[in-house]
């Protein structure tokens, strides 16, 4: 295979995940509806950059190096698991509270800030995404790719990933979902706080199940 197959086959790849429902989803979709389009951008960007940290870490083949070293792998699953499970809890329980669309000001740099390193841990924190990239790199990246291949998967991993849920953020801050949320805010904020602790509970469950077995 080339180079510039070997190229789209991992950001096709890398581009289907993406896509694939889960709690980065939640995530984006969520903050762009309560908070807007800036903070659904800045979670979305958070995204993109735990995408090329994944992908700087495959190239250097340590995700692979993770997925052989068992009982690592297994903590990182069940500390990323508890933390969607924290992140889960927060959303269900601040469900009955007011909030308060984009401001300007300090306050406002610093909820962004914040949002983009919520995006960015969400992605790390997530042990199927590293199975992914590590899978997908595994498979299809040569032993000695060309140094072009080396230099712009990364950035452009970040493009895919990025670019994907700056989709989903300007989607759902579009006024017509937000009305739609601030009419049912309180069960879709608990619905969306289950399903992300759901997900961090499987996650756990399945790195102390496989400990243990």
């Not at 992908?55 to 083949?61: E, F, S, Y």
């Not at 992914?132 to 032993?143: H, M, T």
């Not at 953020?169 to 009419?183: D, E, I």
């Amino acid at each position: 295979m080339s180079s510039e197959m070997i190229f789209l086959s991992i950001l096709g790849a890398i581009l289907i995940g993406a896509m694939s429902p889960g709690p980065s989803f939640v995530l984006v979709s969520r903050t762009a509806i309560a908070q807007g389009r800036s903070a659904g951008i800045a979670a979305a960007l958070g995204m993109g950059v735990g995408g090329a940290c994944l992908g700087g870490l495959a190239l250097l083949g340590l995700s692979a190096l993770l997925l052989r070293a068992e009982a690592v792998f297994l903590l990182v699953k069940v500390l990323g698991g508890l933390y969607l499970v924290y992140l889960g809890f927060r959303i269900f329980r601040d469900a009955s509270a007011p909030i308060t669309f984009e401001s300007g000001g300090p306050d406002r740099a610093k909820s962004l800030g914040g949002n983009l390193v919520m995006g960015l841990l969400i992605q790390l924190s997530n042990p199927k995404t590293v199975i992914v990239y590590g899978s997908i790199f595994a498979a299809l990246l040569p032993a000695e790719p060309e140094h072009w291949l080396m230099f712009t998967l990364v950035p452009m991993l970040f493009g895919i990933e990025a670019g994907w849920y700056l989709v989903v953020a300007l989607v759902f801050s579009a006024n017509a979902p937000r009305r739609a949320y601030m009419r049912a805010k309180i069960w879709l904020d608990r619905t969306a706080g289950a399903v992300m602790a759901g997900l961090g509970i499987r996650l756990a469950a399945e790195g102390i199940s496989s400990r243990i077995w």
